[in-house]
């Protein structure tokens, strides 16, 4: 099947020395990964990238690649796995736990650092965040405006309003 998309396969820009910098984007639609091929064909998942690759000067820097799970009927990241100038491939983040709406309650970055999030209203806005055993971060939400306020582990708490349009005013 032949597949479009309107992002960007390869974007291409010049540094401050003179030198290219190329980055190259993988869809699903490219892979030739059987379980990518499902994603695009079966799920419509057919632009999700899979893979992307950042060169200068011809050299390639950085290399990294997403797997996908198959949860609930549906294809999530399950983890991000980065070599950087050809060394081998080392898994940055993993992500564990979906909820009903699609969203992760942990994520395991470089194998030791974990965070949770609990999700509010719904299952669709995050109302804490901890890393790994530590204090929460705490947010509130007023739906379809953004965040009302912020409280962090020092006790301080940060309170945002909006318009009746909706723009953050304070």
Request: proline share 4%; aromatic share 14%; net charge negative.
């Given at each position: 099947?032949?597949?479009?998309?309107?992002?960007?396969?390869?974007?291409?820009?010049?540094?401050?020395?003179?030198?290219?910098?190329?980055?190259?984007?993988?869809?699903?639609?490219?892979?030739?990964?059987p379980?990518?091929?499902?994603?695009?064909?079966?799920?419509?998942?057919?632009?999700?990238?899979?893979?992307k690759?950042?060169?200068?000067?011809?050299?390639l820097?950085?290399?990294?690649?997403?797997?996908?799970?198959?949860?609930d009927?549906?294809?999530?990241?399950?983890?991000?796995?980065?070599?950087?100038?050809s060394?081998?491939?080392?898994?940055?983040?993993?992500?564990?736990?979906?909820?009903?709406?699609?969203?992760?309650?942990?994520?395991?970055t470089?194998?030791?650092?974990?965070?949770?999030?609990?999700?509010?209203?719904?299952?669709?806005?995050?109302?804490?965040?901890?890393?790994?055993?530590?204090?929460?971060?705490?947010y509130?939400?007023k739906?379809?405006?953004?965040?009302?306020?912020?409280?962090?582990?020092?006790?301080?708490?940060?309170?945002?309003?909006?318009?009746?349009?909706?723009?953050?005013?304070?």
């Amino acid at each position: 099947k032949d597949f479009r998309t309107d992002k960007p396969k390869t974007v291409r820009t010049v540094n401050s020395d003179g030198k290219e910098h190329v980055t190259e984007y993988v869809y699903t639609f490219d892979s030739d990964d059987p379980k990518h091929q499902e994603m695009a064909l079966w799920y419509n998942m057919s632009d999700m990238i899979v893979g992307k690759k950042e060169y200068c000067a011809g050299t390639l820097l950085r290399d990294e690649k997403t797997d996908y799970v198959l949860h609930d009927d549906w294809f999530y990241p399950e983890s991000v796995s980065i070599s950087v100038l050809s060394e081998p491939y080392r898994e940055k983040y993993r992500f564990l736990d979906y909820n009903g709406k699609g969203n992760f309650s942990r994520l395991v970055t470089n194998r030791c650092d974990t965070t949770s999030v609990e999700w509010g209203y719904g299952g669709v806005y995050p109302v804490s965040i901890r890393l790994n055993v530590g204090h929460a971060t705490r947010y509130t939400w007023k739906p379809l405006f953004g965040v009302t306020s912020i409280s962090k582990e020092n006790g301080y708490t940060e309170h945002y309003g909006y318009t009746s349009g909706g723009r953050l005013s304070s």
